[in-house]
């Protein structure tokens, strides 16, 4: 018996049977089937193929008539419809009831149409498209997790939640993340003040003075200074005192004056790589234990961690394209704002952080967060009246002034990353080696420098600690 692919007679049944629901229905071949031996045909659901047999039949029977469903249009021609995915079998009988052949039916998804719309999505993916049973198999390789995304998303229009992913994503998936915290802070602190002391007798003797202005408003300040010594309590940087007789009554002047002036840099630079989806995580520093009050009176005690913090999970979207979710933060124990509880001194944590979300390109470097703070603070100490008098109420006057400036930047930079050959590895504890006990004792040098043998990281270990170590930038 021969069966092969008849387009008119496709046409014809699908016109009769099912109208304008179905239309055309697409013909396909069957291989050639001889009496008494088995084939298979192949039947997208929801679509009808027509087969034509060279023996004429007199008898057809299907053995699951809810996985495809036959008809017959001659003796000859034969109407097959999937209808749900399956096997079953098709059994053709001659006019005399003996066996003309066994034809096992498939019914599968038809995803000719998704195959079409994934070429035209994703043009040059390697995805291969499979059925099984009633659902859709992707495998094959993509080039990143976004496309990947994309296909199983389109997939899922056409086979919801009978999707099954074998695909692989290729290209460079790890991404290394350098971290750069740049802070400055100035501060500039500037005072003067003027104090005065009286002591003795005006009018003869019936008037009395002994008093002090400022620094000198204590008997034992202004006893010192009127004998020529500058009081304990001075706190500033330069004082004056001098001194005059006007008659019987003494007079002490102290000037003191104060100018500081202070730069802090703070820079931290934590390098980590990471595979793309996974998170991880980087910490140079320590914890530092906090006592914590329980019930009935107990104490436990709980570790804080502090120094440099860096926690990420990169992503590689499209080709170079990185989404990163990161949190970054740089800390460090003050001790001027801790606190006393039961004679615990807990101490304090300057903190610098952020946490954020970016899309960026291998190499592209983007300024995540910025601090610039300005503050000034002005103090004016006078007695009242006398101060206010022109030229000579400085003298009854003291003044200060601090003015605190902070300019933090923080900068990020992705790039992806291969693994490289062991022997290209350096370490910055290859820059030196142990001294002989020549240099030690002789020359006095505690350490050496160089390598015995010339491979190519040791240009790498000539150089300062910036840069990379241990990966191959693409």
């Given at each position: 018996m021969k069966?092969?692919?008849?387009?008119k007679?496709?046409?014809?049944?699908l016109?009769?049977?099912?109208?304008?629901v179905?239309?055309?229905?697409?013909?396909?071949?069957?291989?050639?089937?001889?009496?008494?031996?088995?084939a298979?045909?192949?039947?997208?659901?929801?679509r009808?193929?027509?087969?034509?047999?060279?023996?004429p039949f007199?008898?057809?029977s299907?053995?699951?008539?809810?996985?495809?469903?036959?008809?017959?249009?001659s003796d000859?021609?034969?109407?097959?419809?999937?209808k749900?995915?399956?096997l079953?079998t098709l059994?053709l009988?001659?006019?005399?009831g003996?066996?003309?052949?066994?034809?096992t039916?498939?019914?599968?998804?038809?995803v000719?149409?998704?195959k079409?719309?994934?070429?035209?999505?994703?043009?040059?993916?390697?995805?291969?498209?499979?059925?099984?049973n009633?659902?859709?198999?992707?495998?094959?390789?993509?080039s990143?997790?976004q496309?990947l995304q994309?296909?199983?998303d389109?997939?899922?229009?056409?086979?919801?939640?009978?999707?099954s992913?074998?695909?692989?994503?290729?290209?460079?998936q790890?991404?290394?993340l350098?971290v750069?915290?740049?802070e400055m802070?100035?501060n500039?602190a500037k005072?003067?003040?003027?104090s005065?002391?009286f002591?003795?007798?005006?009018?003869?003797?019936?008037?009395?003075?002994?008093?002090?202005?400022?620094?000198?408003?204590?008997q034992?300040?202004?006893t010192n200074?009127?004998?020529?010594?500058?009081?304990l309590?001075?706190?500033?940087?330069g004082?004056?005192?001098f001194?005059?007789?006007?008659?019987?009554v003494?007079?002490?002047?102290?000037?003191?004056?104060?100018?500081?002036k202070g730069?802090?840099?703070?820079?931290?630079?934590?390098?980590?790589?990471a595979?793309?989806g996974?998170?991880?995580k980087?910490?140079a520093g320590?914890?530092?234990?906090v006592?914590?009050?329980?019930?009935?009176g107990?104490?436990s005690v709980?570790?804080?961690?502090?120094?440099?913090?860096?926690?990420?999970i990169?992503?590689?979207?499209?080709?170079?394209?990185?989404?990163l979710?990161?949190?970054?933060?740089?800390?460090?124990?003050?001790s001027?704002?801790?606190?006393?509880?039961d004679?615990?001194?807990i101490?304090?944590?300057?903190?610098?952080e952020?946490?954020?979300t970016?899309e960026?390109?291998?190499?592209?470097?983007?300024?995540?967060?910025?601090l610039?703070?300005?503050?000034?603070?002005?103090?004016?100490a006078?007695?009242?009246w006398?101060?206010?008098?022109?030229v000579?109420?400085t003298?009854?006057?003291s003044?200060?002034?601090q003015?605190?400036?902070?300019?933090?930047?923080i900068?990020?930079?992705?790039?992806?990353?291969?693994?490289?050959?062991?022997?290209a590895l350096?370490?910055?504890?290859d820059?030196?080696?142990?001294p002989?006990?020549?240099?030690?004792?002789?020359?006095?040098r505690?350490?050496?420098?160089g390598?015995e043998n010339?491979?190519?990281?040791?240009?790498?270990?000539?150089?300062?600690?910036?840069?990379?170590?241990?990966?191959?930038?693409d």
């Amino acid at each position: 018996m021969k069966i092969c692919e008849s387009f008119k007679a496709a046409v014809l049944g699908l016109s009769l049977v099912f109208g304008p629901v179905i239309g055309i229905a697409e013909a396909e071949s069957l291989r050639i089937v001889k009496k008494g031996t088995e084939a298979t045909l192949d039947v997208p659901m929801n679509r009808a193929v027509v087969v034509e047999s060279d023996i004429p039949f007199a008898e057809l029977s299907i053995a699951n008539p809810g996985i495809a469903d036959i008809s017959s249009l001659s003796d000859r021609t034969i109407y097959v419809l999937g209808k749900s995915p399956g096997l079953t079998t098709l059994t053709l009988l001659d006019p005399a009831g003996r066996l003309i052949s066994n034809v096992t039916v498939r019914v599968a998804a038809d995803v000719t149409e998704f195959k079409e719309r994934l070429r035209q999505i994703l043009p040059g993916e390697k995805i291969e498209v499979r059925t099984a049973n009633d659902g859709i198999v992707l495998s094959g390789t993509v080039s990143s997790s976004q496309r990947l995304q994309r296909a199983l998303d389109l997939a899922e229009r056409y086979a919801p939640e009978r999707v099954s992913n074998l695909m692989g994503v290729g290209g460079v998936q790890q991404v290394m993340l350098k971290v750069r915290f740049a802070e400055m802070q100035r501060n500039v602190a500037k005072s003067l003040s003027a104090s005065l002391g009286f002591n003795g007798n005006a009018a003869g003797g019936n008037l009395g003075l002994n008093g002090g202005v400022g620094t000198l408003n204590n008997q034992p300040s202004l006893t010192n200074a009127l004998a020529g010594n500058i009081p304990l309590t001075n706190e500033n940087v330069g004082a004056v005192l001098f001194g005059f007789n006007v008659g019987s009554v003494q007079v002490g002047l102290l000037l003191e004056a104060l100018e500081q002036k202070g730069v802090v840099r703070t820079l931290a630079e934590p390098n980590l790589i990471a595979l793309s989806g996974q998170e991880a995580k980087f910490l140079a520093g320590g914890e530092y234990p906090v006592p914590v009050a329980q019930e009935l009176g107990t104490i436990s005690v709980e570790y804080k961690p502090f120094g440099i913090e860096l926690n990420f999970i990169p992503r590689v979207i499209d080709g170079d394209l990185i989404n990163l979710e990161l949190d970054a933060s740089v800390s460090a124990i003050d001790s001027t704002n801790g606190v006393n509880i039961d004679a615990f001194q807990i101490d304090a944590f300057t903190r610098r952080e952020t946490s954020t979300t970016v899309e960026l390109r291998d190499g592209e470097s983007f300024a995540i967060a910025g601090l610039i703070e300005d503050s000034f603070m002005d103090n004016v100490a006078q007695l009242p009246w006398l101060a206010d008098i022109p030229v000579l109420g400085t003298l009854f006057r003291s003044a200060d002034y601090q003015r605190n400036q902070t300019e933090l930047v923080i900068i990020i930079t992705a790039h992806l990353v291969t693994p490289t050959r062991g022997e290209a590895l350096i370490l910055p504890t290859d820059r030196v080696r142990p001294p002989s006990e020549n240099d030690l004792f002789m020359f006095g040098r505690i350490s050496s420098t160089g390598r015995e043998n010339n491979s190519p990281a040791q240009e790498v270990a000539r150089q300062d600690f910036n840069g990379s170590y241990g990966y191959v930038m693409d």
